[in-house]
């Protein structure tokens, strides 16, 4: 086990004199603090002495509810049994993995993929095999021969891990024709699917897609959070899985932590019940738009025009490709110098490739320390091309602003 690329980040990302585009911390500020601080005082005042005590290992009843009434905005018909209640869903991420992964299992993900899934991953000794993407999420085509040279190698893979909706790092999402698809080739390979779905609802221009729960709810694990719709602090998460799996699930849970926080489920189930949480959805949504386009906006203005990037339409990342000849990892130390953070693209590979490339967040900062950190960035690039030119082989320039062969070029593993 080792320290993700975030966390290292964290001494000199949250300096004042930073401009971190790093982490995808929500923007609490816009939440009614007054509201939630009546929500906790009443749940203290009126209901503390079950608050206070522990609970189910699957979760409380009514809240369970709730997160059913919650999915269905992305076409989920579940019921409250089939739910469990998860310390965020990072937690529920561990408890899947705990469940099915021996040492030497085999993990499909989608490349690049989730620092955090990766880490667990990694803990529990999995092999990680990358699954191309491109500006419409995971490629059907590359997952179908993916699985096959697999299978011709006598490895079966356990599962495939996938965030769906405005995917992290990538920023892309995966459309409903090719939902059906993998939700099809996973059927025909008997293949269980991870589906992560932090920000399925943090769309900013069309209605909620369908989950993949949906379109397979005999064969996808559905994990969700109220971390970005709510707020990350109660870490309050839930996991939506065939009954087998949901009660081994509740046997993990209750190995490793007994029982969730009763007082976070209560805080969140009270604010579901007394406030327009749809309403401060809207709002996030708003706000995260306008974020998005303050660094759009920026990154066409300024940078480079061999840089690339993706153009999401929801959640909280841009994934930027740096010419050949680039390496994001060794060029990070300088661009905190030049006082801007950003993951680098190596956290989000098993194999730890992706040095070419980098993730930016825009959920956090302003648009005015967006536009700024765009601008600081992009005077560190200029100076590495021109390292490069002068040093090196001069990298190639495809045109400003050209979205997909980021993605499109990720590393696709020899499965030989």
């Not at 066409?300 to 153009?311: A, G």
């Not at 909280?316 to 994001?328: A, E, H, K, Q």
């Not at 601008?375 to 990298?395: K, N, Y």
Request: hydrophobic share 40%.
């Amino acid at each position: 086990m080792t320290a993700s690329e975030i966390r290292a980040l964290f001494a000199v990302a949250t300096r004042p004199e930073v401009i971190s585009l790093a982490g995808g911390m929500p923007y609490l500020s816009a939440l009614p603090m007054d509201a939630v601080s009546s929500v906790v005082e009443r749940l203290v005042m009126e209901r503390g002495a079950v608050a206070l005590q522990y609970g189910s290992a699957q979760g409380d009843q009514k809240l369970r509810e709730q997160i059913c009434e919650v999915m269905a905005l992305e076409g989920i018909q579940a019921d409250a049994d089939d739910v469990i209640v998860t310390v965020g869903s990072q937690q529920a991420l561990d408890l899947v993995t705990r469940i099915f992964i021996d040492p030497g299992d085999v993990i499909l993900a989608e490349a690049p993929s989730y620092v955090g899934a990766l880490s667990t991953f990694a803990s529990y000794q999995a092999q990680v095999v990358h699954v191309e993407m491109d500006d419409d999420g995971l490629v059907p085509d590359r997952l179908r021969d993916t699985i096959k040279s697999l299978k011709s190698a006598g490895r079966r893979p356990k599962f495939l891990y996938t965030i769906p909706n405005f995917h992290n790092p990538a920023g892309v999402s995966l459309s409903l024709e090719r939902r059906r698809e993998v939700a099809e080739i996973c059927r025909e390979h008997d293949l269980l699917i991870l589906e992560d779905n932090p920000y399925g609802l943090l769309g900013f221009d069309e209605e909620p897609m369908d989950a993949l729960y949906a379109h397979a709810p005999d064969r996808v694990i559905y994990l969700g959070t109220f971390s970005k719709t709510f707020a990350p602090g109660f870490r309050v998460g839930w996991a939506v899985a065939p009954h087998g799996v949901r009660e081994k699930m509740v046997l993990a849970a209750e190995a490793a932590v007994l029982c969730p926080p009763v007082f976070s489920q209560l805080a969140v189930s009270a604010y579901l019940e007394t406030e327009p949480w749809k309403d401060q959805i809207k709002k996030y949504q708003e706000l995260y738009r306008e974020r998005r386009d303050a660094m759009l906006s920026a990154l066409e203005d300024m940078m480079p025009p061999s840089v690339t990037w993706t153009k999401p339409t929801g959640g909280f990342y841009v994934w930027l490709t740096l010419p050949n000849g680039l390496d994001s990892k060794a060029m990070l130390p300088r661009a905190v110098t030049a006082r801007v953070a950003y993951v680098p693209g190596t956290a989000f590979f098993a194999d730890g490739s992706g040095s070419t490339a980098l993730r930016l967040s825009y959920c956090y900062p302003t648009p005015e320390r967006i536009r700024e950190g765009i601008r600081r960035l992009a005077g560190v690039l200029e100076d590495e091309l021109e390292l490069h030119s002068t040093f090196g082989t001069g990298p190639r320039r495809p045109q400003r602003g050209q979205a997909g062969s980021e993605l499109a070029s990720a590393p696709y593993p020899d499965l030989a």
